[in-house]
């Protein structure tokens, strides 16, 4: 290894291979940079070399051998991409029909809506992180089909909740089918109002907020169990008794209605609806962290941030070295350091680069908000 004069080693930099004290005791990873504050603790110590068999270099660049592994993970991601967006859109059209029979034939099939959810229940075990990346992308065709569009993402996110939370099989259906249909009752609602581009008045708002009421009494009538009918009803409830229609508190609401009512609300922040363009992923997680213990349940909250990470899979993202990325999945022990993408940057040999954020090193600075 070769040896470093620690006064010599300009601050800020990153080895491109770990750093020792001795021959044995690591003192600094390649991602971790050194820092003014390291140097200082060293001198102190009476250390005045380093040793490597790496160098300084200004910004951290991973080994290839070092992410490897990593980067072949995300090799096919392309092709896992567009089958996902495919699914994606074909689950949205069976929520477009079950809405229309809902609206003109006043009737929907159970068994068929469990089917549907226990196919789209294990398609999110599988290709969660390509689900979330490409319903981030993929927008209403008109204003009509934002009902649809809801349900559908409502209803992937509540699952990855649901799956954080380890609910069984059958209770992760049947919440499933409880997010898909928790608008249900908009169905009955004139379009003037659910499609409204403009401030409602206060009489068609309140009109508007009878929706879960409509909903809860057309499931029942339709054979759907009670924890279902529930989630209808209880999706705009509070944990504070702020919300409608019944201005019930946390402790009388239904866990899937809790579930729904996150899933639900961080899918409105996220989407354009004719009345308002589309926040980031980013914007939606902190604005639920911030109600966080007033209008939804903490655990919830929690299972949201850590299945999706502050900054959501498919958010563009400014890392702290100035290169931009897009975040591709999360880091399941700390939501705040997802792995990244790295944007017009790819390896020697022409594959794209992934990197895993850290504290203590590469970091995401903020959101790309204009690419949203």
């Known amino acids: 290894m070769k040896t470093f004069d620690i006064n010599l080693i300009p601050a800020g930099h990153f080895f491109s291979k770990p750093v020792y004290i001795d021959d044995e005791f ?10 003014v504050e390291l140097k200082k603790i060293l001198i ?41 967006k495919m699914y994606y859109l074909n689950f949205r059209q069976f929520a477009r029909d079950v809405f229309v029979r809902a609206a003109n034939k006043n009737n929907i099939n159970y068994d068929t809506i469990g089917e549907k959810m226990r196919e789209v229940c294990d398609k999110v075990k599988t290709d969660r992180r390509f689900l979330l990346q490409v319903q981030k992308d993929i927008r209403a065709d008109n204003d009509e089909d934002f009902l649809a569009v809801h349900a559908v993402k409502s209803t992937i996110v509540s699952i990855v909740i649901g799956i954080y939370l380890k609910l069984p099989a059958h209770r992760l259906i049947e919440l499933g089918v409880a997010a898909l249909l928790h608008e249900i009752g908009m169905v009955k609602l004139p379009s003037r109002i659910t499609q409204s581009k403009t401030e409602l008045s206060s009489k068609d708002r309140a009109t508007l907020m009878l929706h879960p009421s409509i909903g809860f009494e057309m ?52 989407s354009k609806r004719p009345h308002k363009d589309a926040r980031g992923g980013y914007e939606g997680v902190t604005d639920l962290l911030r109600n966080k213990g007033n209008c939804y349940d903490d655990a919830i909250v929690r299972a949201l941030v850590f299945s999706l990470s502050i900054y959501p899979i498919g958010e563009p993202v400014m890392l702290s070295n100035g290169v931009k990325g897009t975040v591709v999945d999360i880091n399941p022990s700390d939501p705040r350091y997802p792995v990244v993408q790295l944007l017009d940057e790819n390896r020697s040999d022409g594959q794209v680069r992934i990197i895993e954020t850290r504290s203590s090193g590469i970091h995401i600075t903020g959101p790309l908000t204009d690419n949203i």
């Open 219 to 270: 499931l029942k009538s339709f054979g759907f169990s009670m924890a279902v009918c529930a989630a209808a009803l209880e999706h705009h409830e509070r944990e504070n008794g702020s919300g409608y229609p019944h201005k019930l508190t946390g402790d009388k609401t239904g866990l899937y209605g809790k579930i729904v009512a996150v899933a639900c609300s961080y899918e409105a922040i996220t």
């Open 26 to 35: 690591v003192l600094v990873s390649q991602e971790m940079e050194f820092t």
């Open 44 to 84: 102190e110590w009476r250390f005045d070399s380093v040793k490597s068999n790496g160098e300084p270099q200004e910004m951290y660049r991973e080994d290839d051998s070092d992410s490897k592994n990593r980067e072949k993970l995300f090799r096919n991601d392309s092709v896992k991409l567009a089958e996902a």
